[in-house]
């Protein structure tokens, strides 16, 4: 009896073992299988990581060139902006330099001769330009006084003393030549008194080529007398050939 008692109590005990052994098994091997899968999971996850990190550089990256190349195209069109504006400050002052020269030639080139006359006080010459002219070839003197012809005479007087032709005071016309006169005359206030010698310039208009300023109008006694005369106490236009 003792001796079957001790065999079932063996044979339990290599069975109970035995069971440990294979859930022992079983949890290693479960054990293995998670161990696997973390690993791979973590690999996977790291792998991700990279990638995202990557696509992050990229993309600044991208952003970075984008930017670059916007701002090269902002410089390239400034650049151009800037060439434009030198361009057109380039081209003004091609447009400005004619007004300049005429400027020059009708106030800063005047040059004082001598002169024997004893009314004259000075006498100057100066590179005036010829009166723009809306005539024609051939050229005839007129000296009817509503005549376009009259009044650029007048007009080239103006040009060589700043005395306006509705100003002027005392005027005789006389003929110097062909195609040139002689115009006398005195300011409004007959405190200035001018003998201007004008030429006509074929194709381009009367030009002024001689000022004389006088110490009175030698030509006045020609005239009507102001109280026989106009209204406005100037006298009355003549002209002489």
Not at 42 to 54: S, Y
């Amino acid at each position: 009896m003792s001796e079957k008692f001790d065999a079932y109590s063996r044979l339990d005990r290599f069975e109970k073992k035995r069971k440990n052994t294979k859930w022992l098994s079983i949890l290693i091997g479960l054990g293995v299988i998670v161990c696997i899968f973390l690993f791979v999971y973590l690999v996977f996850l790291n792998n991700d990581d990279n990638e995202q990190e990557d696509t992050t550089v990229n993309d600044d990256q991208s952003t970075d060139e984008i930017q670059s190349a916007d701002g090269e195209s902002e410089e390239t069109e400034q650049n151009t902006v800037d060439d434009t504006e030198q361009d057109d400050t380039s081209s003004g002052d091609i447009e400005q330099e004619p007004t300049e020269s005429i400027e020059e030639n009708n106030d800063d080139e005047l040059e004082s001769i001598e002169t024997d006359d004893d009314l004259v006080i000075e006498a100057y010459t100066g590179n005036w330009a010829p009166v723009p002219t809306s005539q024609e070839e051939p050229h005839v003197i007129t000296w009817e006084q509503s005549s376009v012809d009259w009044q650029e005479m007048l007009e080239a007087g103006e040009l060589a003393t700043g005395i306006a032709p509705d100003a002027m005071s005392y005027l005789w016309v006389s003929g110097d030549g062909p195609q040139s006169v002689i115009a006398t005359f005195s300011n409004s206030d007959q405190t200035e008194h001018y003998r201007v010698y004008i030429s006509w310039i074929e194709n381009q208009g009367w030009k002024p080529t001689k000022v004389e300023v006088l110490e009175e109008n030698d030509q006045m006694e020609k005239m009507v007398s102001p109280e026989e005369g106009s209204e406005d106490g100037n006298a009355d236009e003549e002209s002489n050939e």
